[in-house]
């Protein structure tokens, strides 16, 4: 199949510029992205797709077995960016997405020429030295209550993860994303993101790298975020003036400016 189709893949801004290739979390799609879009378009190349069994990618080729890893969403980035042949590209992921990238970049390492991490995580559990923000039994719990009821989980969960209490129409935004997704899909996508474990992969990132956290996220708290830095060489940690999990929507401005900072650097 036609990988544009299969992923809803959307192309705008200025063809010869440098391109970015945005990758959103789980339970989201492009459309997250859409505040930003026109700050980067204004210079950039900017291509936007959705995971295969997200927004308006094409549902009949999702399959359990592939996207029960991380690999399989890393091998959606890497299908668009052949698919496009791009190269040298700045792929910018939220969430999960930032891990993804990391896998990308390691399977495609042509295709990837830096990495914007937006509130990565590379183990959202608790270890030994490490503050993930749950522990085991805690991650236990939310997968439970997600696969019992999904739709139930998503009324409660998007409005923490997305934070911002004085803004509930963000809470809401997030809460109609994750309820669109299938159930089915959805369960399988979230055990893949909450029970990975990218912690290792980090040290094999050689593109230059930023890493972007906010300074209060229930999701990723600082630690995570001074993790990923030591991890990655010569990466740069940039915390955002902003609350929750998902900047790009809370806090817009400040994120867009953060990363055409970095391209700046880039270019």
Excluded: K
């Amino acid at each position: 199949m036609d990988v544009r189709h299969r992923n809803n893949v959307t192309v705008t801004g200025v063809p010869e510029g440098p391109t970015v290739v945005l990758a959103h979390g789980f339970g989201c799609d492009q459309n997250m992205w859409r505040l930003i879009v026109p700050a980067l378009a204004r210079q950039h190349r900017v291509v936007l797709f959705d995971y295969v069994g997200s927004g308006g990618s094409d549902l009949s080729s999702w399959s359990a077995e592939r996207y029960s890893s991380l690999d399989g969403y890393a091998q959606d980035v890497v299908d668009v960016c052949e698919e496009l042949e791009l190269e040298q590209v700045v792929l910018v992921g939220h969430s999960v997405s930032a891990m993804i990238g990391v896998l990308a970049a390691r399977m495609a390492p042509r295709r990837i020429g830096s990495l914007v991490m937006v509130a990565p995580s590379p183990c959202y559990i608790d270890d030994e030295g490490y503050r993930g923000g749950f522990t085991a039994e805690d991650i236990d719990e939310l997968l439970a209550s997600l696969e019992s009821n999904y739709l139930g989980w998503s009324s409660v969960m998007a409005p923490v993860i997305m934070g911002n209490p004085d803004r509930p129409e963000l809470g809401q935004e997030l809460t109609n994303s994750f309820c669109a997704t299938d159930p089915d899909i959805a369960r399988v996508f979230a055990r893949t993101t909450f029970l990975s474990d990218s912690r290792t992969d980090l040290a094999g990132v050689t593109v230059p790298t930023l890493v972007l956290e906010c300074a209060q996220d229930v999701i990723a708290p600082r630690e995570v975020g001074a993790f990923v830095h030591a991890a990655i060489p010569s990466s740069r940690l940039v915390t955002l003036d902003a609350t929750g999990h998902c900047p790009q929507l809370s806090a817009p401005e400040a994120t867009a400016e953060a990363i055409l900072d970095f391209l700046g650097t880039r270019s």
